[in-house]
């Protein structure tokens, strides 16, 4: 039994090589040695202990990314707490859900949140103390802390939030033991990813992508991590790539795409030696563009927060654009069709896959647990097709959910908000794609009787970004005389799609 994930990811480093860079922080160039950081992941603990923390309590993280996120990361996982990254990018409303679905004794922010937090924070039942992510008394140091919780493999670690196949965020929870195993079989035996790495990830720490890009894989196999606390602007990445000379660079194809549009330099990627994208399928036009461009080969992958991270892979030097790759050796697939019984190569099926890291189940969320969990195998959500080459394509989503940047849309939350308007009698939201062949909502609208259509476009996209998290609205408005019904009511989403 490996026990507590800290041992292998914060102690040892630490007691190894004490001196050795952990984090450099792009924008001020402040480096984290791997004994620094341990020492600010002790004096969370003694925070929390000072808070009266007990192990298996949750502590809501809502932090940008910093060294401060990675210490309450690791800091409530050394007294046995429960750490629960959660997105920087979204509503009071969504918080204050997440810190009651959560029971969250405690919460940690960055500077900046204190408005939106105290909206959060009103009524909340369980909620005992909130602070921002960088203050930690001196008073602590006289707390004494003990070893790390004797936590086994299957304790759970961590929470990740995830709007899966429903509208509604649910909390899966991941033991120590898949830190561990997605190390090893994507970082270490896929990437390569040593001690002479250092990593840039656009895809922020509170995902599973980027938790285990910029968290725990550096802290697993010795690479640095550069952290960007800001937002993913071309520009700004550019810069930080050329400064910090990264080899491993982590994005989402609206980054890639993002990147491509801009005027950087040609230059920019020239140290890297591997790219990766995953949260949504890669269109393989952005991976012939950026291969050409800046010379740099981008490895497509599968990955959900139920996983913790990539369990299918493209591999370095043989990338097929347009799919996934292949199964990451300790995974297991299996593609479906809608009794349960495994398709022939080439047609479509559900997509299972079955691994270690597999989540144990979300919380409180039995009904949602037993739909994604058969055996050991998670139902993704995704259709795929398995291909002559033993790649695997993406077909599409298997529900209504749309994937915008990497991140969940419910097209529900998106239509109850438009609907709020009076000018808008019916609407639906479906994905379409961009110019660069990426998804975005969509949003088709039945306008009340005799109305002029000429300002609704511009209406719709502004109530709905003052509302919702950005990245929800949707980017193009269509007014349309009636939506495609079934005769029980149902829209037909799949006439709207194409």
């Known amino acids: 039994m490996t026990g507590n994930a800290l041992h292998r990811f914060l102690i040892d480093p630490a007691t190894i090589s004490p001196d050795a860079v952990a984090l450099i922080d792009a924008p001020t160039g402040l480096t984290t040695t791997r004994n620094e950081l341990l020492e600010e992941a002790q004096a969370v603990a003694r925070q929390l202990l000072k808070h009266g923390v007990v192990a298996e309590q949750r502590i809501l ?13 690791w800091g409530a996982m050394w007294i046995g707490a429960i750490p629960v990254p959660v997105s920087t990018m979204l509503t009071g409303k969504d918080y204050s859900f997440l810190l009651e679905d959560s029971r969250a004794v405690g919460l940690t922010f960055s500077p900046g949140f204190e408005e939106v937090m105290r909206e959060a924070m009103l009524d909340q039942p369980y909620l005992k103390w909130s602070q921002i992510d960088g203050d930690v008394p001196d008073l602590v140091a006289e707390i004494d802390l003990g070893p790390p919780f004797p936590a086994v493999d299957d304790d759970v670690a961590f929470w990740l939030y ?41 895809a922020k720490l509170f995902f599973a992508y980027g938790l285990g890009n910029a968290g725990y894989f550096p802290a697993g196999t010795g690479a640095q991590s550069v952290l960007n606390p800001g937002r993913p602007i071309p520009e700004e990445i550019s810069d ?50 950026f291969r050409e461009r800046f010379g740099v080969e981008i490895l497509d992958g599968l990955g959900t927060t139920e996983l913790a991270h990539i369990a299918i892979s493209n591999r370095p030097g043989c990338s097929v654009p347009g799919t996934s790759g292949t199964v990451v050796e300790g995974y297991e697939v299996s593609l479906r069709d809608e009794i349960g019984n495994e398709v022939s190569d080439g047609e479509p099926g559900k997509l299972y896959v079955k691994g270690e890291s597999v989540m144990v189940g979300y919380w409180n969320r039995t009904d949602r647990t037993r739909q994604a969990l058969e055996g050991p195998f998670l139902a993704t959500g995704d259709t795929y097709v398995h291909n002559p080459d033993d790649t695997y394509t ?28 009076t000018e808008i009698s019916q609407v639906a939201v479906v994905g379409a794609e961009d110019q660069e062949g990426l998804v975005k909502p969509k949003a088709y609208v039945v306008l009340e009787a ?10 719709v996209k502004e109530h709905v970004r003052e509302r919702l998290a950005p990245f929800k609205y949707p980017r193009w408005v269509e007014v349309v005389d009636a939506l495609p019904q079934t005769a029980t009511g149902k829209i037909k989403r799949y006439l709207l799609r194409s």
Do not use: N
């Open 394 to 421: 993406c077909l599409g989503r298997s529900d209504d959910m749309l994937k915008v940047g990497g991140i969940w849309v419910s097209p529900t939350e998106v239509e109850s908000c438009i609907l709020e308007l």
């Open 450 to 459: 005799s109305l002029d259509s000429a300002h609704i476009e511009a209406l």
């Open 61 to 73: 993280i809502c932090g940008l990314d910093t060294k401060a996120f990675l210490a309450w990361f």
């Open 162 to 202: 995830t709007s899966g196949t429903t509208g509604f965020p649910k909390g899966a929870m991941h033991r120590h033991i898949d830190l561990g195993f997605c190390t090893d079989v994507y970082a270490k035996s896929v990437l390569g990813m040593d001690s002479d790495d250092v990593v840039y990830s656009v």
């Open 240 to 289: 930080h790539v050329l400064t910090y000379r990264p080899t491993i660079f982590f994005g989402v194809p609206t980054s890639f795409g993002q990147l491509l549009s801009s005027e950087i330099p040609d230059q920019t990627f020239e140290s890297v030696r591997i790219a990766v994208s995953a949260g949504e399928p890669l269109p393989p036009d952005i991976h012939q563009r």
